[in-house]
C-alpha cells in the first residue's frame, strides 16, 4: 500500500501547509469555502488546527485504540460534541465547537494562522520522530505512525486545495504522492472496518456488481490503476484486468486525487471517462469523508 518514503511524505505536509498558511492568510475569516458546505476559512484553519492536534496527541501518545479528537482539545466543553455520531457529522460539529473556544474566537479576531501552523510543525515533528514503524492505531492496515504520514499528506493536499480555491488558484499536486493517495482512499473505503469515517450515504451505493477502472496517467511508482467492484457486500478492490468495467476514468493523479474527493467535476480538463460515467457518478454522490 504504501511506497514513498515516510520521510518525503512528512515534508510533503510541510509544503502543502506551507501552501495552505499563506492561502489562508490572504482571506476574510469569514469568506466560504466553497468544497466544505457550511464552512468559512476560519472553520478551515480551526478544523486543520484539532485535525494536527489529534494526530499528534496520537502519535505522542503511542494510543493502541481510537481515540476522538476533542480529547485532545482540553477547550471543547465536556458534551458539546456527540462521539457516537457519524464521521462527518462529528467533524463536523467539532469545527463549529472549535471557533467557540478562546483559540477558536483568536483565529477569527486576530485573523491568525498560528494556531494551526504550530499544530501542523508538532505534527510532523511527530512523525520524525516516531519514524514509520512505531506502534499506534490507525485507520486503515498495520497501526504503524507510517499510516499518519499518509493521512497527514491527504489531509494537507486537499485542504490545500480548498484554501486556494478561495483565491480562483487550481494548483497542482504532486503526481506520486498524490498516487499514493488515491490508493490509501480506495484501501479505506474497501476496508469494512474503516467505512466508520465516511458520510452514512456510503450504505447507498450501488451494489449490483458494476466494476469502476481508475487509471492513473503517467504513473511511474504506483499500481496505476484500480478496479473496483461494487459487490454486494459493499465496494471490494479487485486485481486489474479481473473482469471487463463498466466505466474507466484515465487522469494523472494529481487529478484523480481531487476527483475522488469531490473538488474536481467528472467533465474537468484532464479527466477521461468511457463506459457508463453513471456507475462513476454514482460513487462520487456516496463515497464521502
Same mark, same amino acid.
Given at each position: 500500500?504504501?511506497?514513498?518514503?515516510?520521510?518525503?511524505? !512528512?515534508?510533503?505536509?510541510?509544503?502543502?501547509?506551507? @501552501?495552505?498558511?499563506?492561502?489562508?492568510?490572504?482571506?476574510?475569516?469569514?469568506?466560504?469555502?466553497?468544497? !466544505?458546505?457550511?464552512?468559512?476559512?476560519?472553520?478551515?484553519?480551526?478544523?486543520?488546527?484539532?485535525?494536527?492536534?489529534?494526530?499528534?496527541?496520537?502519535?505522542?501518545?503511542?494510543?493502541?485504540?481510537?481515540?476522538?479528537?476533542?480529547?485532545?482539545?482540553?477547550?471543547?466543553?465536556?458534551?458539546?460534541?456527540?462521539?457516537?455520531?457519524?464521521?462527518?457529522?462529528?467533524?463536523?460539529?467539532?469545527? @463549529?465547537?472549535?471557533?467557540?473556544?478562546?483559540?477558536?474566537?483568536?483565529?477569527?479576531?486576530? @485573523?491568525?494562522?498560528?494556531?494551526?501552523?504550530?499544530?501542523?510543525?508538532?505534527?510532523?515533528?511527530?512523525?520524525?520522530?516516531?519514524?514509520?514503524?512505531?506502534?499506534?492505531?490507525?485507520?486503515?492496515?498495520?497501526?504503524?505512525?507510517?499510516?499518519?504520514?499518509?493521512?497527514?499528506?491527504?489531509?494537507?493536499?486537499?485542504?490545500?486545495?480548498?484554501?486556494?480555491?478561495?483565491?480562483?488558484?487550481?494548483?497542482?499536486?504532486?503526481?506520486?504522492?498524490?498516487?499514493?493517495?488515491?490508493?490509501?482512499?480506495?484501501?479505506?473505503?474497501?476496508?469494512?472496518?474503516?467505512?466508520?469515517?465516511?458520510?452514512?450515504?456510503?450504505?447507498?451505493?450501488?451494489?449490483?456488481?458494476?466494476?469502476?477502472?481508475?487509471?492513473?496517467?503517467?504513473?511511474?511508482?504506483?499500481?496505476?490503476?484500480?478496479?473496483?467492484?461494487?459487490?454486494?457486500?459493499?465496494?471490494?478492490?479487485?486485481?486489474?484486468?479481473?473482469?471487463?468495467?463498466?466505466?474507466?476514468?484515465?487522469?494523472?493523479?494529481?487529478?484523480?486525487?481531487?476527483?475522488?474527493?469531490?473538488?474536481?467535476?467528472?467533465?474537468?480538463?484532464?479527466?477521461?471517462?468511457?463506459?457508463?460515467?453513471?456507475?462513476?457518478?454514482?460513487?462520487?454522490?456516496?463515497?464521502?469523508?
Amino acid at each position: 500500500m504504501y511506497w514513498i518514503d515516510h520521510t518525503r511524505l !512528512c515534508h510533503e505536509i510541510r509544503r502543502q501547509c506551507l @501552501h495552505l498558511s499563506a492561502a489562508l492568510r490572504r482571506v476574510d475569516p469569514e469568506t466560504r469555502v466553497p468544497d !466544505c458546505p457550511g464552512w468559512t476559512a476560519a472553520h478551515l484553519a480551526g478544523h486543520l488546527h484539532a485535525a494536527f492536534t489529534w494526530a499528534a496527541g496520537m502519535l505522542n501518545s503511542g494510543a493502541a485504540e481510537f481515540r476522538p479528537p476533542h480529547t485532545f482539545l482540553p477547550d471543547i466543553p465536556d458534551g458539546a460534541l456527540d462521539a457516537g455520531a457519524p464521521w462527518t457529522s462529528y467533524v463536523d460539529a467539532l469545527a @463549529h465547537a472549535h471557533l467557540k473556544t478562546p483559540l477558536g474566537s483568536r483565529i477569527v479576531e486576530d @485573523h491568525t494562522v498560528a494556531p494551526f501552523v504550530e499544530a501542523a510543525d508538532a505534527f510532523v515533528d511527530a512523525l520524525l520522530a516516531a519514524g514509520p514503524d512505531r506502534p499506534v492505531w490507525t485507520c486503515l492496515g498495520e497501526p504503524r505512525s507510517r499510516g499518519w504520514a499518509t493521512w497527514g499528506a491527504l489531509e494537507s493536499g486537499i485542504h490545500r486545495l480548498d484554501a486556494e480555491a478561495m483565491l480562483g488558484l487550481a494548483p497542482e499536486l504532486d503526481r506520486e504522492v498524490a498516487e499514493e493517495l488515491v490508493d490509501f482512499i480506495l484501501e479505506l473505503v474497501t476496508e469494512p472496518a474503516s467505512t466508520a469515517f465516511f458520510d452514512p450515504r456510503l450504505a447507498q451505493l450501488r451494489k449490483s456488481g458494476e466494476r469502476i477502472l481508475l487509471r492513473a496517467v503517467g504513473s511511474t511508482r504506483g499500481p496505476g490503476e484500480w478496479l473496483i467492484h461494487l459487490a454486494p457486500c459493499g465496494p471490494v478492490l479487485l486485481a486489474p484486468g479481473t473482469g471487463r468495467p463498466d466505466v474507466t476514468v484515465d487522469a494523472p493523479g494529481e487529478l484523480l486525487l481531487p476527483l475522488l474527493k469531490r473538488r474536481l467535476p467528472l467533465s474537468s480538463p484532464g479527466i477521461r471517462v468511457t463506459g457508463d460515467g453513471d456507475v462513476m457518478r454514482d460513487w462520487l454522490d456516496h463515497v464521502r469523508s
